[in-house]
């Protein structure tokens, strides 16, 4: 199974910071990379697919970069509706798998 | 926009089977990747499988010995069983439609279960 390692596990950061979440994988899948947000007692929601590809209505605040076996999810201005844990996926092999989750708090 | 919904008992004993189903509305459950994935409380995602509208399966080799996924396409409706339960299976399960390359597009909201005596 390819494992994905998130860092940090938690962060802590202010409305307006730049916020950075890595995804490493322990084995190269290319762009085949999904990020998605889960807010308290909610199902997760896509945001990132394909590595670097915004889903229609994520706001451009949002980005994602990286192939092979290091990934970024960056949030460029943290709005109060961003506060939730983030979970990377990969999408290039059987069994799917997904990263242990960043939880970003607010400061 | 496709709408789903998990039903079923949010309670099972240890060593009985979990079923659970996924009312699909909005759209046709006749097309696209139909999939399972849990998450055990305060932890992360676990994907069980999936089912194409055809009845194909994809299992976690991690389950795939306890886990059947099937489809109801004339009530649009897919579902999980998952026998031998044990405390371990206690998680909130989603049911969610996946697109071709595997991304997981929506979800349902969920449904906890819990495995106790």
């Known amino acids: 199974d390819i494992q994905l390692t998130q860092s940090p596990s938690f962060l802590s950061a202010s409305v307006g910071d730049r916020v950075t979440i890595t995804c490493r994988a322990s084995?190269?899948?290319?762009?085949?990379l999904a990020w998605y947000q889960q807010k308290p007692g909610k199902a997760p929601k896509i945001l990132i697919y394909?590595?670097?590809t915004l889903q229609s209505g994520v706001p451009s605040r949002f980005s994602g970069s990286g192939s092979g076996t290091e990934f970024t999810l960056t949030i460029s201005s943290l709005q109060p509706e961003d506060f939730a844990t983030y979970y990377c996926?990969?999408?290039?092999?059987?069994?799917?798998?997904f990263g242990g989750g960043t939880k970003v708090e607010i400061k | 926009q496709v709408q789903l919904q998990e039903s079923g008992p949010g309670l099972v004993k240890p060593s009985e089977t979990l079923s659970l189903t996924c009312t699909v509305s909005?759209?046709?459950?006749?097309?696209?990747?139909w999939s399972w994935i849990r998450q055990p409380p305060g932890k992360g995602l676990e994907w069980i499988g999936y089912?194409?509208?055809?009845?194909?399966?994809n299992y976690n080799p991690s389950l795939k010995s306890r886990v059947t996924i099937s489809i109801d396409t004339s009530k649009n409706q897919f579902s999980l069983k998952l026998n031998s339960v044990t405390a371990a299976d206690t998680a909130v399960y989603y049911c969610?439609?996946?697109?071709?390359?595997?991304?997981?597009?929506?979800w349902g909201q969920g449904t906890l279960v819990t495995v106790s005596s």
């Open positions: 909005g759209g046709s459950i006749s097309s696209s990747y």
């Open positions: 089912i194409y509208y055809s009845g194909s399966t």
């Open positions: 084995q190269g899948i290319s762009s085949y």
């Open positions: 969610a439609i996946v697109d071709t390359a595997m991304v997981i597009v929506y």
């Open positions: 394909g590595a670097s």
């Open positions: 996926q990969q999408l290039n092999s059987y069994p799917l798998t």
